[in-house]
């Protein structure tokens, strides 16, 4: 399967991609090989990564979930590096979902001013959208991935075997990424619509990483053309925190499809986005996620965390929308009236 070059590395298939990481560990002579993984990828991925790879790595383990992704989680990893005598010609392997290579990724980035890293996404949605883009981070102070750096892996191997153990509700919570992609780029938009029975398979991640790695290949720290990628995430993203403490916690897609509703709507009313497609995308997502119920009190709520959104400018609430689907525009700014009036359409419909 082709290589998807991106910056300055690539994103390899299957064989392909542990062959080059056997060579980049060859060629580089890293001093140590560390495998981050989480106390589900270690059950479930590293057998898969062991018998591709004839090599000696210590293995870290963390504790799973959004609720760890933080700087104390990091601490525990700098210090395990630290105490194992990891050097800067070190390597950090992360083999997980967009959790592990979201704050593997910080993690290599910042200790000793930056070691190498390579990706090995395990989720649907860390393969077509975590892992490539070198955005990388942790939450802080309830604020999603409000410490972080833009740095490249070395590599990106997209391994289809590792889904084979994930769950429907994770599955589910990428295919959300996945549909994002197509609404952004209109590629395969008919198709998704037309068989909600398929989720992923490997033309639709195949053209989902496309899409992202064309966008971020054209603006990487996001000056304009990358915020498309945020479609659905200033709602969804609030949604996401909002959640984060409670019973009702969200993953990240089930947020991010609420919050794509939402801003489809958005556009229907700011843009004039057909509402015949809002209508066809609120019934196609309603297929995968349940409604996220909230109360007025919430509602205040997402309203103080869309405030606090890396995106924003000058304190105001800014949102990309489409004019239709595979056309879209940044930086709109929209009342409160009216985020009112999309939530609304959200629940009601
Ligand atoms: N950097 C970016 O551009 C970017 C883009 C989108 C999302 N993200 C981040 O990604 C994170 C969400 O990623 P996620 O949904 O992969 O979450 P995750 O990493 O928490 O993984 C979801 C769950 O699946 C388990 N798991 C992972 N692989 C498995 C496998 N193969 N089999 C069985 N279980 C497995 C994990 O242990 C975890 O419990 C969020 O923190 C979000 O902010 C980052």
């Given at each position: 399967m082709k290589e998807i070059v991106s910056s300055n590395y690539s994103i390899f298939f299957n064989n392909d991609g542990y062959l080059k990481l056997l060579e980049l560990i060859y060629k580089l002579k890293y001093s140590n090989v560390f495998v981050l993984v989480d106390e589900n990828t270690e059950v479930k991925c590293l057998n898969i990564l062991l018998s591709k790879l004839n090599q000696k790595f210590s293995v870290i383990k963390i504790k799973s979930g959004e609720e760890n992704k933080n700087l104390s989680t990091c601490n525990y990893v700098w210090s395990f590096l630290n105490n194992n005598n990891a050097d800067r010609k070190s390597l950090l392997i992360n083999l997980g979902g967009g959790v592990i290579t979201d704050m593997g990724g910080f993690i290599a980035s910042t200790y000793k001013r930056g070691i190498d890293f390579v990706n090995i996404p395990t989720t649907l949605l860390s393969i077509i959208d975590a892992s490539i883009g070198s955005k990388t981070g942790v939450n802080f102070n309830q604020l999603k991935n409000n410490i972080g750096t833009f740095t490249d892996p070395k590599l990106v191997i997209i391994d289809k075997k590792y889904l084979e153990t994930l769950d429907e509700k994770n599955l589910k919570s990428g295919y959300a990424e996945i549909f994002k992609h197509s609404l952004i780029s209109g590629k395969l938009f008919v198709k998704l619509l037309s068989d909600?029975?398929?989720?992923?398979?490997h033309e639709i991640i195949y053209n989902s990483i496309n899409v992202k790695n064309n966008i971020v290949l054209r603006d990487r720290e996001e000056s304009n053309l990358r915020k498309s990628l945020n479609f659905g995430h200033t709602i969804g993203h609030a949604y996401e925190s909002l959640k984060m403490k409670k019973k009702d916690k969200l993953l990240h897609g089930e947020a991010i499809a609420a919050g794509m509703i939402i801003e489809l709507y958005l556009s229907h009313i700011v843009l004039n986005f057909p509402k015949k497609t809002v209508n066809e995308c609120n019934k196609h997502l309603g297929l995968f996620f349940k409604k996220i119920k909230t109360t007025d009190l919430e509602i205040d709520e997402l309203f103080r965390l869309m405030e606090f959104d890396k995106k924003n400018y000058k304190n105001e609430i800014n949102f990309v929308l489409l004019n239709e689907v595979g056309s879209f525009k940044t930086d709109v700014n929209v009342s409160r009236e009216k985020i009112t009036e999309a939530i609304k359409y959200y629940q009601n419909n």
């Open positions: 909600p029975k398929i989720i992923y398979n």
